[in-house]
């Protein structure tokens, strides 16, 4: 089946830049997309979301971008912190026909490593 | 206790053992879900209950039978596991609604090792 991928095992940056984590998706008819991180030892914690009708949504120092044409997802993280290292996953979905519950397909994810 | 909660959080069981995972959430949320997270892969997705009804068997061995007995409640039954099935057992619920999705509330998982 059609899956979610990362360009990147892992992304160094260095504390107070900005990082940048990519994902291509490969289903163009995904109209839902999700960014998680995980620390060690714990499961993965909502970021930021998006849906097919949007190309740009911002949070509290996250941007995701969302690029239909090319089916790219980016996830911007402003002035990065210590506790920003994680792993970071995006997700997609296609909303069921008639609504109701579906599961997520995972991209593998990005670890991302923060320098002192 | 808040959000999504997994017991146990660490279990180490033999081939021929019957052991069940635990997942409830305190969300008020109407799905559920089990997806498995191996070392150097996706997660994968198990199973999805959806008002207590399974809406999607994800082509899972049967020797992991799920159960959500509410939509507060849902249980991973595990019996003559492989080692191979040795990973990282995670829960989600989240709120459906006709026609548009919503995020996805993770538990801690289950680390699950099959000896």
């Known amino acids: 089946g059609e899956s979610v991928g990362l360009h990147l095992p892992t992304l160094s940056v260095q504390e107070g830049d900005n990082s940048i984590i990519n994902c291509a998706y490969s289903n163009s008819a995904s109209d839902y997309f999700i960014w998680y991180k995980q620390e060690s030892g714990k499961g993965p914690q909502f970021i930021i979301d998006i849906r097919s009708n949007m190309d740009k949504r911002q949070g509290q120092r996250v941007t995701v971008l969302l690029n239909k044409t090319v089916k790219h997802l980016s996830l911007q993280i402003a002035a990065t912190q210590p506790g920003d290292s994680a792993v970071y996953f995006c997700a997609e979905n296609i909303s069921p026909p008639g609504g109701g519950a579906d599961g997520l397909t995972f991209g593998k994810g990005t670890h991302l490593i923060i320098q002192p | 206790e808040t959000g999504v909660t997994q017991t146990p959080r660490h279990l180490v069981m033999g081939m021929t053992n019957k052991k069940s995972l635990k997942c409830e959430q305190h969300l008020g949320h109407n799905a559920m879900y089990w997806y498995k997270q191996s070392a150097k892969k996706p997660l994968e997705l198990m199973f999805v209950y959806s008002l207590e009804e399974r809406v999607e068997n994800n082509s899972v061995p049967s020797r992991f039978s799920p159960e959500c007995p509410n939509s507060s409640h849902l249980f991973l039954h595990l019996h003559t596991l492989q080692p191979e099935d040795s990973a990282l057992y995670l829960c989600?619920?989240?709120?459906?609604?006709?026609?548009?999705?919503?995020?996805?509330?993770f538990g801690p998982g289950t680390r699950l090792t099959v000896t």
């Open positions: 989600a619920s989240s709120q459906e609604n006709t026609g548009e999705l919503y995020e996805q509330y």
